[in-house]
């Protein structure tokens, strides 16, 4: 452990990064900016060319910027798992999804773990950062290490729990200025873990146990899943009342203590607030502790869409039309503003319940060209004031930066505000999230 640790202080070692995708190229490019020589592994094998061509479709990663790090040598990208039989630590950063039953799907961590089994000699420092329930770092990749090669964590290999903390087009926070919690499964594991992640990072957490680590990654998803649900149960209540609820936000933002503004919208999404609290809930029952707190957060914001496509159908009807054969733009199918990452995008699914009540449906995204819908692949409209003006309602569902909202309020017909664009802005033409029709 000794000799390991003076070289990774000293950069002497090679890293292997597993899973090249929003998590393991932002961290692989890291490691590269600190002199550290990086083998990217992928299981797609366009994708590692594209890489060693120095082009990346990953917004926090520009390609001139990978391209000059490539040229240099210090990232290197494959789809063979044999290679690792030459490195010293492997950080892996597959995808944790959720299957068709809402149940963690483990899968991608399994494959790797399987996958680099044959290759890795003793002394290998082994960190997991792909997001997932307490526990699993010890089941599925000490033991099975221990099992199949009979050597004993702390001694023989060495394994840390280091949870991601990315935010897709955040322009403040990003890895090199993130707070890096890491967690051991040994003493020894911690000490390697934080010499590892100290010698690249500005600050870093030690906590006790993997699972502690692992804990501190779905709680800090679960605290922003309760926080969205409850504001959205808020909107739906001031709808009730007849408030807006977007005025009530803005005056308890004023309290300097006490309270954090959560705002609400169409529904949550990305490959966090979806998932973690659902990892979370589901380990919880093997305890036999049922987590209603959870269960009930992720109900609400999943109808999100249904209460949006519910206000649409509301405010059509204001208008003397039926949902069925009307003209409805979606602004926005990210997940979050300037960002292209549509996973678990509440846009898909208002765009879907639109379409079973019978409404022709398009969208506009700067940054999504495409989304496959069933087999269909459907594609942005081009942006004009003739195709603005064709339609019976827009709804903002994602807040572009780059969009300009005041054209668009001068060609549309009404707009659907689901993330308070327009603000202060009295129009007769925009309604807001939870505002009471009967009123207008």
Not at 125 to 143: A, C, D, H, N, R
């Amino acid at each position: 452990m000794i000799n390991l640790k003076e070289r990774i202080l000293n950069k002497h070692i090679q890293v292997a990064v597993i899973g090249m995708g929003y998590v393991g190229l932002p961290l692989s490019v890291a490691l590269a900016k600190s002199d550290y020589k990086v083998l990217g592994i992928d299981c797609n094998d366009s994708w590692t060319k594209q890489i060693n061509a120095g082009h990346s479709n990953i917004g926090d990663v520009p390609s001139e910027v990978l391209k000059k790090i490539v040229d240099k040598g210090y990232i290197k990208a494959s789809t063979d798992y044999a290679l690792v039989a030459k490195v010293d630590v492997i950080i892996i950063c597959v995808p944790t999804p959720l299957n068709h039953f809402k149940e963690p799907d483990l899968s991608y961590i399994i494959n790797t773990i399987e996958g680099i089994l044959p290759f890795i000699r003793k002394g290998i420092f082994i960190s997991l950062e792909s997001t997932t329930y307490p526990g699993t770092t010890e089941e599925l990749i000490v033991q099975r290490i221990q099992k199949e090669k009979g050597w004993k964590v702390g001694e023989d290999f060495y394994v840390c729990y280091s949870p991601e903390r990315v935010d897709p087009g955040n322009p403040i926070y990003s890895i090199g200025n993130t707070p890096k919690v890491v967690g051991g499964s040994t003493r020894v594991c911690l000490e390697l873990g934080e010499a590892l992640y100290g010698s690249f990072l500005p600050k870093v957490v030690g906590v006790k146990t993997t699972q502690v680590a692992e804990m501190s990654k779905v709680l800090e998803n679960t605290f922003r899943c309760v926080n969205i649900a409850l504001v959205n149960e808020m909107a739906m209540m001031c709808e009730r009342m007849n408030i807006d609820i977007w005025e009530a936000i803005k005056g308890a933002s004023s309290k300097p203590f006490g309270f954090m503004p959560f705002y609400p919208g169409p529904g949550v999404g990305g490959h966090c607030i979806p998932l973690d609290p659902l990892y979370l809930s589901w380990k919880a029952k093997k305890y036999n502790y049922f987590s209603r707190f959870i269960e009930l957060a992720i109900d609400i914001n999943n109808n999100m869409p249904y209460y949006v496509a519910y206000q649409i159908a509301q405010i059509l009807g204001n208008y003397g039309k039926g949902m069925k054969d009307s003209r409805i733009l979606l602004m926005g199918m990210s997940y979050k503003k300037d960002v292209s990452d549509i996973r678990e995008s509440p846009s898909l699914e208002v765009y879907a319940i639109l379409k079973r009540q019978g409404a022709k449906v398009d969208f506009y995204d700067p940054y999504v060209e495409s989304f496959k819908f069933k087999e269909e692949i459907i594609y942005r409209i081009e942006w004009s004031e003739k195709s603005v003006e064709s339609y019976d309602i827009i709804s903002i569902l994602t807040n572009h930066t780059n969009v300009d909202y005041k054209w668009l309020l001068e060609h549309a017909e009404i707009i659907y505000d689901t993330k308070n664009v327009y603000g202060e802005v009295e129009s007769d033409k925009v309604v807001k999230l939870g505002d009471n029709l009967e009123y207008l």
